[in-house]
């Protein structure tokens, strides 16, 4: 993946649900969706921590900071 979509990340730290909402929704603005489906599963199965979530999340998206 050479263009990833952005993602504006402003929960709180550890919010994992947020995160991954975040993810999915950018993934679903770029139709994305063999990817989405991609980074579900890989969630799913390794990303039950948030340190994990945001590695495993971070090849999918660029997260953007909130100016």
């Known amino acids: 993946m050479s263009d990833k979509p952005k993602c504006t990340f402003y929960?709180?730290?550890n919010d994992?649900?947020?995160?991954?909402?975040c993810?999915?929704?950018a993934?679903?603005?770029?139709?994305m969706h063999?990817?989405?489906?991609?980074y579900m599963r890989?969630?799913?199965r390794?990303?039950?921590m948030f340190?994990?979530?945001?590695?495993?999340?971070?090849?999918?998206v660029e997260f953007v900071e909130i100016e």
């Open 11 to 13: 929960g709180d730290s």
């Open 16 to 21: 994992i649900n947020g995160l991954i909402r």
């Open 23 to 25: 993810v999915i929704r």
């Open 27 to 31: 993934l679903d603005k770029a139709d």
């Open 34 to 38: 063999k990817e989405k489906l991609e």
């Open 42 to 44: 890989k969630i799913n």
């Open 46 to 48: 390794e990303g039950n």
């Open 51 to 60: 340190d994990s979530a945001i590695k495993i999340s971070s090849n999918y």
